[in-house]
């Protein structure tokens, strides 16, 4: 089985195409997809050194809503659609009558993080929501490389394809362990270094438990932002450890 090849720029442009009232004016939907896209061996290549460059870069990566002095560090994979959701709405507020799909909430997201860290962030109230590193890996392997999910494979150009799909769930374990740090995809890289920009900077973050969603509940409150049931059953997790062979062998 092979994945069909996937074209990553126009799938972004005809998201935010949809969404242009809401993105910051600094962007605009992109016109068309790049030359590259019909060459599949020059955009693998160019992929790889595009995301080997971006790994070198060492970004922050938050949403700020000024006018309540508020910012959100962003972490993949732990309720960050939701917390992003609720953030956009307070970023722009006429985005709380309109209905979106997780992936164009995603993409504004995207549109609107931030990446410097100004002094005057010290004195903002920073927050962010971290997840069971079991339960956010699984979570990644099921939406992203597991036969039966309907996302579309973004993984085909990822340092030269070494994570193809179909990929078994303890050969994806064992083929990312050897990814360094440095260059692991933001879906699977250590949640601890998305904090690191801003422990440098002396910046303070406050950290939620995913698995703790009232303390979350509770510092949200005075800002008015009200989060779905973000945790995950034991019961559930039990099943999807089976389903995926989860081991002691593959936890090490």
């Not at 560090?73 to 209905?99: D, H």
């Not at 904090?195 to 509770?218: A, G, H, M, T």
Request: aromatic fraction near 14%.
């Amino acid at each position: 089985w092979r994945a069909e090849p996937f074209d990553f720029y126009e799938w972004r442009k005809s998201n935010l195409l949809e969404l242009g009232h809401f993105l910051p004016r600094s962007i605009s939907p992109p016109s068309s997809s790049p030359w590259f896209i019909r060459y599949p061996v020059v955009a693998n290549l160019i992929g790889t050194a595009a995301f080997v460059k971006r790994a070198y870069q060492k970004k922050a990566g938050h949403l700020v809503a000024t006018n309540q002095k508020l910012f959100y560090v962003r972490i993949p994979k732990a309720a960050s659609t939701s917390v992003s959701s609720e953030m956009l709405n307070l970023i722009t507020p006429n985005l709380k009558n309109e209905s979106f799909n997780s992936t164009q909430i995603n993409f504004l997201a995207d549109a609107w993080l931030q990446t410097s860290l100004p002094d005057q962030l010290k004195t903002f109230t920073g927050f962010t929501v971290v997840r069971n590193p079991v339960d956010r890996i699984i979570s990644v392997y099921r939406d992203f490389f597991s036969t039966d999910t309907n996302k579309p494979f973004i993984y085909q150009n990822y340092l030269g394809g070494i994570l193809p799909r179909p990929l078994s769930f303890d050969e994806f374990i064992a083929r990312i362990s050897r990814i360094p740090d440095r260059f692991k995809d933001q879906h699977f890289k250590p949640q601890y270094l998305f904090l690191k920009p801003y422990q440098q900077k002396r910046i303070n973050v406050s950290v939620f438990k995913l698995e703790e969603p009232e303390r979350l509940q509770e510092f949200l409150h005075p800002f008015n932002l009200a989060l779905p049931h973000l945790n995950k059953s034991p019961e559930t997790m039990a099943v999807e450890f089976r389903v995926y062979g989860y081991d002691q062998k593959t936890a090490r």
